[in-house]
């Protein structure tokens, strides 16, 4: 399958009409027909209903259509972007992320950062902490916001903050009678949701160590993909899952207390190549300190700011 199969097919399935859409691509009605037979022989499906008049779509060759017209479309914006930036009229800065650092600052970070550099085109890459290494070094990202402290001579790190974490558990759970932060050895009795599963090491381990730490043996422990998958299953009432404090805001229907324990923090890492001297690089330092020091409404009380102590 090549891009020009996926031009052929959207023009096909544009056109209603394979006359038309070869007219249209300038290339002779049989060749195109091999191009959409040999595309439907891959995939397995048909994707076009040969017998109507004008021609239609299969189901699958609607999901097809819908797919092709993204990827299309990826590959244009990815061209025009090539171009701008190789002729000096755009800037680029790609930025990856874990997924709970959009709750953490992320997105003001973004949109400050725009209206400083408007030419400056901000791409967001989601990525789990132990792939923006790699990602850093092979040129993928320019900058990383994470939560591992990785040992690399290639990428410099800095902790821009120590996330409160906090137990988060269904109303019904017998948890729910406590209103203030509860010690870690209150979650030793309950079954533990932790994520992501896998790429490891990563946030899962940072709470497996905190509970090994302090002696705290869940009964069961359930390892999921996703931090929106593991808020799902404590809606459900199938355990409780150590979060970061900004996660609260993702579900109203779980409860959120804070971990007691001082050392109960994960902390946000903004990693970037080392001796990069991009003036971009700097501009997010500042930025997420000044967002930092304005103490916005959703860091509340659940963040503390980085121990001297903390190991880099």
């Not at 060759?61 to 990827?71: H, K, S, V």
């Not at 709470?207 to 009964?219: E, F, K």
């Amino acid at each position: 399958m090549d891009l020009r199969q996926l031009r052929y097919f959207v023009a096909v399935a544009n056109e209603r009409n394979v006359t038309r859409a070869a007219e249209l691509l300038h290339i002779a009605q049989p060749p195109l027909s091999r191009q959409i037979q040999q595309l439907e022989d891959e995939l397995g499906v048909p994707l076009l209903i040969r017998s109507s008049r004008p021609l239609r779509l299969t189901d699958a060759g609607r999901l097809f259509y819908e797919q092709a017209l993204q990827i299309l479309g990826r590959v244009e914006q990815a061209k025009n972007m090539t171009r701008r930036v190789g002729k000096g009229e755009r800037s680029v800065l790609s930025i990856g992320f874990v997924a709970s650092t959009l709750y953490s600052g992320l997105p003001v970070l973004v949109r400050r950062l725009r209206q400083h550099c408007p030419d400056l085109d901000v791409q967001l890459i989601e990525m789990y902490s132990i792939q923006q290494t790699e990602a850093l070094k092979n040129g993928r990202i320019d900058v990383g916001f994470g939560r591992l402290r990785v040992a690399d001579p290639s990428v410099e790190r800095l902790v821009m903050r120590e996330e409160r974490l906090m137990v988060a558990f269904s109303p019904d759970n017998p948890l729910a009678a406590a209103s203030t932060a509860l010690s870690i050895d209150a979650v030793g009795d309950q079954r533990v949701i932790i994520y992501p599963k896998e790429p490891r090491p990563s946030y899962a381990d940072q709470v497996l160590s905190l509970l090994r730490d302090h002696g705290v043996h869940p009964p069961e422990i359930t390892e999921v993909r996703e931090l929106q998958t593991a808020l799902g299953l404590v809606a459900a009432d199938a355990g409780v899952c150590v979060v970061p404090g900004s996660a609260r805001f993702i579900r109203s229907d779980v409860l959120y207390r804070p971990l007691s324990d001082e050392y109960a923090t994960s902390p946000i890492v903004l990693s970037h190549r080392i001796n990069d001297q991009s003036e971009y690089i700097e501009l997010v330092k500042a930025l997420t300190l000044e967002m930092y020091r304005e103490n916005p409404p959703w860091l509340d009380a659940t963040t503390t700011p980085p121990r001297a102590s903390a190991p880099r």
